[in-house]
């Protein structure tokens, strides 16, 4: 089983510092918004799910429980502050679509069926073929610009909901090229 590209020392030194109730400052990549941020976190648990390392912590910019991908901790620093843990720790999935998130129906090609294994998927249409039509929650358009990119050819939008332009696949890639072609 491979899970994930975390770093082995970074998942250590995490487990130490969940093992010893020691605070960690972090610099985190979201991908969602496409940006590295400084965070002070409590952290409580290390988990796994779908084939990535997981880091459940009470973030004090957000303050609230937040789950980070290990393998997106850019630099940690184990910080000399001891916290309480809660008595019973928040289970929390890696993502739970809100009912008034948008929502993008894709018809996907047979290379692209990886797509509702990588992602959680509200419907999966079998078009004969390979082909597949998909629906997803949408939680942040840069993630959806990404992936929309990323799929090309072999992803055409049904509908959208929300704010979701019909053609941000296509406005991303020529914003990409904009800048290389600059």
Do not use: K, M
């Amino acid at each position: 089983i491979d899970l994930g590209q975390a770093s082995a020392e970074t998942l250590a030194t995490v487990r130490e510092a969940i093992a010893q109730r020691r605070r960690i400052d972090i610099d985190y990549y979201a991908y969602n918004r496409d940006e590295v941020t400084s965070r002070r976190i409590d952290p409580y648990r290390v988990t796994s799910d779908q084939g990535q390392w997981y880091l459940l912590a009470h973030c004090h910019r957000a303050e609230g429980e937040r789950l980070f991908r290990v393998d997106r901790i850019r630099a940690l620093t184990v910080v000399d502050e001891t916290f309480e843990a809660p008595a019973d720790v928040p289970d929390v999935s890696v993502f739970e679509p809100n009912p008034d998130d948008p929502r993008v129906t894709l018809d996907l090609e047979p290379e692209a069926a990886w797509v509702p294994q990588a992602y959680p998927a509200e419907s999966i249409d079998d078009l004969g073929g390979g082909r597949q039509r998909v629906t997803l929650a949408i939680s942040a358009l840069p993630w959806l610009a990404r992936l929309l990119v990323r799929l090309g050819s072999s992803a055409s939008v049904v509908s959208t909901s929300g704010d979701i332009p019909a053609d941000l696949g296509s406005r991303t890639a020529t914003t990409i090229l904009d800048r290389y072609r600059g």
